[in-house]
């Protein structure tokens, strides 16, 4: 298929800015087979069954965007944390007057680091203290390119998952954020699990596809863990005729990077550059909860190729016209997997 083939028009005013006042308020779009049904997510627990898995990435965003200088110039540079490699160590992609080199001492508030390396878009950075550290501190929230206001405290605490718990990520795994408590207590007042996986999102999630033939990009690597009781959760859920349901696309390319070809994943960590197009065949994920997605994105992909991509089409087309939210505070969707091939769907 073609880039071309994932574009779309798409109104400034539906790019969400800002989220709503409820983490559950928004709008759930429900994708299945011909039908499109326009509720709230709130109404997600009754299109659930007994015994279904939910499975989301635990990752918690870190304030991964720094604003600093060169130490010996003045000069201003700012860096988005791609990873963090060990204690003092992170890769970063810098945006600077002149191009640092290396042995440049980077100066970000109080902390210091030093450019010890570069590999095609990204520098890596030593810091003389703990990177975590530095950045809990000297750091903010790194909101995507879309989001044109400053972070703010708002953004500290809902660009988050109430269930983040393991620290990497440098973007959101956006389909949770509308997930509260009291939400999923009703999930599992319904009878159905919850089992986590953790996938850091990196800052390459934002990088454009720029070949027309879609077969010749590469995905950026990203870092995951699947934790062996989840595995066993799969397990039980599947010997069970339950359906797997991932919370978004990190929890689906986690779980199909770890798939077997009985349905059944294995337990591990490891790094994955998975690139789902229509054509792939998915093994483990029966139903996908997911925002919408910027146009020519390998995310548009994904879902096109799990719902289908017809069927795909005929969704954002209903959603723009009946006025959605658009991207990471944004409204979402819950789609089924494509029965057949994926451009016939």
């Known amino acids: 298929m073609r880039l071309s083939d994932f574009d779309f028009d798409l109104p400034p005013r539906l790019i969400a800015q800002h989220p709503l006042a409820d983490r559950s308020g928004s ?14 997510f709130t109404a997600l627990p009754e299109l659930l069954r007994a015994g279904d898995l939910l499975v989301m990435n635990d990752t918690r965003v870190i304030r991964a965007r720094l604003l600093g200088v060169k130490a010996d110039t003045g000069g201003q540079v700012e860096a988005l944390i791609e990873r963090i490699d ?16 290396p042995g440049t001492v980077l100066a970000f508030g109080r902390a210091r ?15 003389d203290e703990p990177v975590l550290e530095a950045l809990e501190r000297e750091g903010h929230t790194p909101l995507p390119p879309y989001i044109t206001h400053a972070p703010d405290r708002e953004d500290d605490a809902r660009y988050q998952t109430v269930y983040a718990r393991t620290p990497g990520a440098v973007a959101a795994p956006t389909a949770g954020l509308h997930f509260d408590e009291a939400l999923l207590a009703r999930v599992r007042a319904r009878g159905v699990g919850i089992a986590h996986v953790t996938l850091h999102v990196g800052a390459g999630t934002f990088q454009p596809v ?35 349901v991932a919370v978004g696309t ?62 795909i089409r005929r969704a954002y087309r209903h959603a723009i016209d009946n006025d959605y939210r658009f991207f990471s ?8 997997r494509c029965a057949g091939e994926a451009i016939a769907c």
């Not at 709008?27 to 709230?40: G, K, N, P, T, Y």
């Not at 003092?88 to 992609?93: F, K, T």
């Not at 879609?214 to 339950?242: D, F, N």
């Not at 779980?255 to 998975?274: F, K, M, N, P, Y």
């Open 113 to 127: 680091a030093t450019v010890t390396g570069r590999a095609d878009a990204f520098f890596t950075l030593r810091f």
């Open 27 to 40: 709008r759930l779009l429900h994708v299945h087979e011909d039908a499109l049904d326009d509720l709230r």
């Open 86 to 101: 060990g204690e003092h160590d992170a890769v970063v992609m810098l945006r600077a007057s002149k191009t640092p080199r």
């Open 210 to 244: 720029r070949v027309e033939d879609v077969a010749q990009h590469v995905m950026h690597s990203e870092r995951y863990v699947l934790p062996p009781e989840t595995a066993e959760a799969i397990a039980a859920t599947r010997a069970a005729g339950g359906r797997v």
């Open 250 to 311: 990190t929890a689906l390319r986690t779980l199909e990077s770890c798939a077997r070809d009985d349905g059944g994943v294995d337990a591990g960590s490891g790094e994955t550059r998975l690139f789902i197009t229509p054509g792939y065949r998915f093994r483990v994920v029966d139903a996908l909860i997911t925002n919408f997605h910027l146009p020519k994105s390998t995310l548009l992909m994904l879902v096109s190729a799990f719902a289908g991509v017809a069927r």
């Open 329 to 336: 505070y944004g409204d979402a969707m819950l789609l089924h």
